[in-house]
């Protein structure tokens, strides 16, 4: 079986555990997730690479493990585990 490495918006969002778009979208503008690459010149066919996700997962754990000296910063952007938990309230 083949590994694989390509996932679409609804894989991507699942693995996140069911996050909004709008999460996805935040995650791009203000915390540099990686962004979608349009496949075979059909823009519908939005995929994200799963290497750059599982690198980017990577340096998020770092940075969370470093003290906060701005914690403000970053308030304004929900993380999934936390868009998770207020969708569930």
């Keep these: 079986m083949v590994d694989k490495v390509w996932l679409n918006k609804k894989e991507l969002r699942e693995r996140f555990g069911g ?17 979608s690459v349009p496949l075979l010149d059909n823009i519908s066919n939005y995929k994200w690479y799963l290497p750059s996700i599982e690198e980017w997962e990577r340096k998020e754990v770092i940075r969370s493990m470093k003290p906060q000296k701005d914690s403000d910063l970053m308030k304004d952007v929900k993380t999934p585990d936390v868009a998770l938990r207020e969708s569930k309230h």
């Excluded at 996050?19 to 935040?26: D, E, G, P």
């Design 19 to 35: 996050v909004s778009n709008t999460v996805i979208n935040n995650l791009i503008e203000k915390r540099g997730f990686p962004k």
